[in-house]
């Protein structure tokens, strides 16, 4: 038999294919396992010895001529089909392609990185601290009676314990760092001047709402030395508080209580809202709450390995989410964890 008996057959075939679908038709009819000129090819191994060459040889060919108009045609529909797309009328091939979106940091790294780069070069060092914290730094070594209703289970996330051991917790809040960077200190290099800040999350077993969330970031700071006064708390909040709201302050302190500093404030800002003329943010007062502070307890500083009687400190907790609040105006935290992009992209992007 002749194997190039089909050749113009198929070759028809292909040239009378519309379109890549019925082109893909083709293909399958002839080439796929089953296909006619692969049977062809078949039939080589049932020829006698001496006719196989010949055969083999125009069978390949034939082939391979139908092979090649395939993938002409093929490309011969893409290239129609740029066509039908460059003659659109909207279609500008020489406009330049949208620059891809960067990611944006999220607002609380941008407040933390500024505030890290602000006391670093007031002479601060960045501290970590673990987020599964002992029962002990968290609470006991910070003065905090074995009483305190901040213990109790609807504000804390304990862990389970392990063998009998001591209990763990999540952190509840930065300042169970304040005393493991004074042991740790004091091992290295014995009682002396110490500043640090501690950017870290912690968490609380709160009901979400529109100002609470389970999981939040602080800062800590904590400055030790000999004649540390609440005149150098001051000064240094202040400082901060204008670099990180854009604009000149006014503080004042009101008493606050927390366990670990003695006198303890709540220090407050002028409001940014009304410059203290008062608005709804500032409930009229004028003033906003902005962090907890005050002068470390003698007990704590014993608890570091400090004597009291040379040292003094002081401490304060910033609350990042809501510096972040303040600055740009949001009113609801848990836009900071709800992974709405939406909020999210209004945020610079990230330089190139
Ligand atoms: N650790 C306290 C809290 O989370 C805040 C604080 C820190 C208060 C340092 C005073 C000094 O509520």
């Given amino acids: 038999m002749d194997p190039t008996a089909q050749r113009d057959s198929w070759l028809a075939q292909v040239a009378a294919?519309?379109?890549?679908?019925?082109?893909?038709?083709?293909?399958?009819?002839?080439?796929?396992?089953?296909?006619?000129?692969?049977?062809?090819?078949?039939?080589?191994?049932?020829?006698?010895?001496?006719?196989?060459?010949?055969?083999?040889?125009?069978?390949?060919?034939?082939?391979?001529?139908?092979?090649a108009a395939i993938a002409a045609a093929r490309t011969g529909f893409a290239a129609r089909a740029l066509q039908r797309e460059l003659a659109l009328p909207d279609f500008d091939p020489t406009e330049a392609a949208p620059a891809p979106r960067r990611g944006a940091l999220h607002p609380i790294t941008i407040v933390q990185n500024e505030l890290v780069d602000l006391f670093t070069?007031?002479?601060?060092?960045?501290?970590?601290?673990?987020?599964?914290?002992?029962?002990?730094?968290?609470?006991?070594?910070?003065?905090?009676?074995?009483?305190?209703?901040?213990?109790?289970?609807?504000?804390t996330?304990?862990?389970?314990?392990?063998?009998?051991?001591?209990?763990?917790?999540?952190?509840?809040?930065?300042?169970?760092?304040?005393?493991?960077?004074?042991?740790?200190?004091?091992?290295?290099?014995?009682?002396?001047?110490?500043?640090?800040?501690?950017?870290?999350?912690?968490?609380?077993?709160?009901?979400?709402?529109?100002?609470?969330?389970?999981?939040?970031?602080?800062?800590?700071?904590?400055?030790?030395?000999r004649g540390v006064s609440t005149a150098n708390l001051i000064h240094t909040m202040k400082t901060c508080l204008r670099v990180i709201l854009e604009r000149?302050?006014?503080?004042?302190?009101?008493?606050?209580?927390?366990?670990?500093?003695?006198?303890?404030?709540?220090?407050?800002?002028?409001?940014?809202?009304?410059?203290?003329?008062?608005?709804?943010?500032?409930k009229r007062s004028g003033w906003i709450e902005i962090l907890p502070c005050g002068m470390v307890h003698p007990n704590v500083l014993q608890q570091g390995g400090y004597d009291p009687e040379q040292f003094t400190g002081f401490a304060f907790g910033m609350g990042l989410q809501r510096v972040v609040m303040l600055r740009y105006g949001i009113d609801d935290i848990r836009q900071f964890m709800g992974g709405d992009l939406r909020f999210l992209r209004q945020f610079p992007e990230v330089p190139r």
């Fill in 17 to 67: 294919a519309a379109d890549e679908a019925a082109l893909a038709a083709v293909e399958t009819r002839l080439l796929a396992a089953e296909g006619e000129l692969t049977q062809l090819l078949r039939l080589v191994t049932s020829l006698p010895k001496e006719q196989r060459p010949a055969f083999g040889k125009a069978a390949n060919g034939v082939k391979q001529a139908v092979e």
């Fill in 248 to 282: 000149d302050v006014q503080v004042r302190l009101r008493p606050g209580f927390f366990p670990f500093v003695e006198p303890g404030f709540e220090l407050d800002v002028n409001c940014p809202f009304c410059q203290g003329r008062g608005c709804s943010v500032c």
């Fill in 121 to 155: 070069s007031l002479g601060f060092q960045w501290q970590d601290g673990p987020e599964v914290e002992s029962e002990y730094f968290n609470f006991d070594a910070l003065n905090i009676p074995a009483d305190h209703p901040a213990r109790e289970s609807q504000d």
């Fill in 157 to 225: 996330f304990w862990c389970e314990p392990i063998d009998g051991g001591r209990r763990h917790l999540l952190r509840t809040h930065t300042s169970p760092v304040q005393v493991r960077t004074m042991q740790r200190f004091v091992k290295e290099h014995g009682p002396g001047p110490l500043k640090v800040i501690v950017p870290g999350r912690c968490f609380r077993s709160e009901t979400v709402d529109k100002s609470h969330e389970h999981t939040f970031y602080q800062m800590e700071g904590l400055v030790v030395d």
